[in-house]
């Protein structure tokens, strides 16, 4: 059973135009993060949620949004996607923020600019 | 600032084969450290998640072993099968630094038959 769902698995979009990408998780866990993996390299940390507490990574472009309305689902939302943001967006949970927690992937949302 | 290597890059073996990967890691201060498995166009499955007081941790054909003082992990997997073929990911949890992943950029491996 999946427990961190992704959706779509497949999302093209134009140049310049607002794109929403969804994670739910069905373990109740705390926190949820954000991964971006560009071809062939490591999964790069954007932001992630303690709860309703957010916390972004220094180097995460402005472009780039969340938002977490409930504990089950989690948004990424790209607010001008330019052809440098194609990639692969990976969604994780873990029950706590200390470091003695794995972290639980859902299946990824490939992105493809046109 | 901690830097995650896996080598080698890729990896091709005959089925059968017992085989080792490699990462290491700059920074010795590491909470943990997990060993992921990706195939294509897929999210990332957790292997092993070895704690910086544990020495190694087994599961299956799999072994993962951690030496924090040399900033080394290793992860062995016994009687190689194709469907091992996947894209195999270390990542470190620092010391004081929440839950985040710090990745390698990964060991592609091909099991051939």
């Known amino acids: 059973d999946a427990m961190v769902i992704q959706n779509p698995r497949y999302q093209v979009t134009q140049f310049g135009k607002p794109v929403t990408l969804s994670c739910s998780q069905t373990l109740n866990h705390n926190v949820m993060y954000w991964y971006q993996q560009k071809s062939s390299q490591a999964p790069k940390l954007l932001f992630h949620y303690y709860d309703k507490d957010f916390n972004n990574e220094a180097d995460t472009p402005d472009n780039f949004q969340s938002r977490r309305p409930n504990t089950s689902f989690c948004f990424l939302d790209i607010r001008s996607p330019g052809l440098g943001d194609a990639a692969m967006y990976l969604c994780?949970?873990?029950?706590?923020?200390?470091?003695?927690?794995?972290?639980?992937f859902g299946d990824g949302t490939r992105l493809s600019i046109l | 600032k901690q830097e995650v290597t896996q080598i080698p890059a890729a990896l091709s073996v005959p089925e059968g084969e017992n085989l080792v990967l490699n990462c290491s890691f700059t920074d010795s201060a590491i909470y943990n450290l997990q060993w992921f498995r990706q195939d294509p166009g897929k999210g990332l499955t957790s292997l092993l998640l070895?704690?910086?007081?544990?020495r190694e941790q087994t599961s299956g054909r799999l072994n993962a072993s951690l030496d924090k003082s040399s900033g080394r992990s290793t992860l062995y997997i016994a009687a190689s099968q194709p469907g091992d073929s996947a894209t195999y990911l270390c990542a470190v949890v620092i010391t004081g630094g929440g839950n985040k992943l710090t990745f390698g950029t990964g060991t592609q491996l091909k099991v051939e038959l």
């Open positions: 070895i704690q910086s007081s544990q």
């Open positions: 994780a949970t873990s029950s706590r923020r200390t470091g003695n927690q794995p972290q639980h």
